[in-house]
């Protein structure tokens, strides 16, 4: 017979989930009541309110899906496009990518503007397609891409959307709480975003954001939703309004790590997040190159959460991510497609984000890069990043 | 700024969630570490196994979906129906109802056999509608109806199925844990279930297995799974197999809860377990009934893990419901569609299965009652279950 699973201790510098701390862990073990609770109610109120000063927006329809950042995705999707929709994405990474699967299961007639890997969506190329297609109904595209590092300019994008009588779908999933994500201030209509990234709390969970724009498209659909589950119609009925109809069981206890972390957020102020993730960021990528890493991403474009950059020559992937897990216990992340081999992506983000896993990062990564060439000072990530916090 | 929200401590005796153990929340809240950290992925085949035990099944395509028990359901209606085909719906409550709205959704030519709320499913009305309609490719019910208490005959449906070349889809949300499902002994195809009902999991799952046939369906499909979230050729990359590829983020910490939960079902023994559902349902039963109570569905069909028993004559619903919970912190369900008002729905589910939770309920319950009526004695329920344990 099993026994029970004990975890090991690990510093999450992947790409997600990042370290959760204790006190949303305290957060997320306490006694479960019902989801239609008064007190779990009141409870869902304040964290609507927290999502909403999160993401920047007065959106009423401001909510966390009960299910992962794909399924907030998915949630975009099936319910602001209905078959034959004509749907631009851009894709500059696997989650545009993986945007243009959910519409094309929607039935959409999917319009792809692709950008290499590692660069911004360029907003002129998205010019281009929305002239050559006033049909289309819905931009889609990822401010933060996880598989890249790449940030997109989000604000001249939605307001692309916006001239050309689209509806803009936008990926938030590592965004949210690392770098500004202004729902309001963008004129986003439909964002959705994970809460393992950023915000620090478990995976499972995916706060989505819906302007009156969305709302009204949601609202004149020809037939329903192609997914039950996600039908925002059924799921407003619990979330909003006095009535607070069953649709789902909602996930109590992540919910009130969500409210948690929200919190957290709140205390510390976005601008405070914002500014401690450009901070450690600066450090660790003094670090980095100090041992003779290269980012993927130019700099104006970098998310400091996400920092993509080359596996250096000589060195096995596979075999450093594994001893760093057995003799660091850190976790940092592979490529994807075709980043696999090529590439790591090491997380800074929300409760991750902090002095002492920068070091322990460069330390670890100093030790084995130096173990395999000697040109390498072992310590001169450390130095470095210890200079960068000093000049700060 | 809102708190740090602290929930009451409640015993929960409604449709679910139920009571869930301090050793299942602590599980909850160990540390988080990566979906694909190796120590995560043994955690995982150990799920598995466990979960194979729980459904009895030897099915390898076995697995927790990402969401709660809707999901479930949802997880099946879109990897087995593909737009035109014809779908057999028995409904006899609200979650027959659910299945119906899946299918269509999907596309299929859905035809609803009706029975009457509180009533099993009709093993004839079905083989009438099976010979009426030898197109159908899948039969699909509700095993244990969360919305009236009413167990069906799993077993004789799915044996109709089989018979008339059709897969099975069996909800089976409130049943497992609490009273035999026998996955490989019916030959059922698909079946969904949840965490937070007999498991005494937090909700946010959804536990399903395909067999064998289910899974020749999926294969042989013609277009893909209208959800990509919920497409289990793509999940079953990350569950199954060696490579383990990403397809999202679990959540990994209800994992490590459900993990711990199915622990504690497999130490006590499925069968222990079913007899524990048993014996407080007929102690609770014998009390209810004392207080002058009657039962919604006839004894050989009653779920011993949810009593659906109507409300007595001068008693409010929503005030006593509301009573329960500020006096006694218990919470009992209300009756849904047109059992609301009428009905309330008492849950004996995993943990919650128990003899204080008896007496609490029926001692909270005794003293409401016994107020309203002089003509019952607020003892008297107290009084009748302890005579069941006594006899038992």
Known sequence: MPDSFIPPQRTLMGPGPSD???RVLAALARPTIGHLDPAFITMMDELKGLLQSAFRTRNALTLPVSAPGSAG????????????D???IARNGVFGGRMQENADRCGARTITVDDEWGRPVDPDKIEDALRAHPEARILAFVHAE???GARSDARALCALATQYDCLSIVDAVTSLGGIDVDVDGWGADAVYSGTQKCLSCVPGLSPVTFGDRAVARIHARRRKAQSWFLDLDLVMGYWGGEKRAYHHTAPVNALYALHEALLILH??????AWRRHALHHRALAAGLEALGMTFVVAPEWRLPQLNSVRIPAGLDDAAVRRRLLEEYSLEIGAGLGPFAGQVWRIGLMGHACRRENVRLCLQALGHLIGEADAAIDADAGISA??????AA
Chains 1, 2 share one sequence.
């Open 385 to 390: 990043a210890d200079a960068a916090y000093t």
């Open 267 to 272: 205390e510390e102020g976005l601008e405070n």
């Open 86 to 88: 004509t749907v631009i």
């Open 73 to 84: 995705m998915e949630t975009c999707f099936v319910n602001l496009i209905e078959p034959g």
């Open 20 to 22: 959760v701390s204790d």
């Open 146 to 148: 996880t598989s890249t």
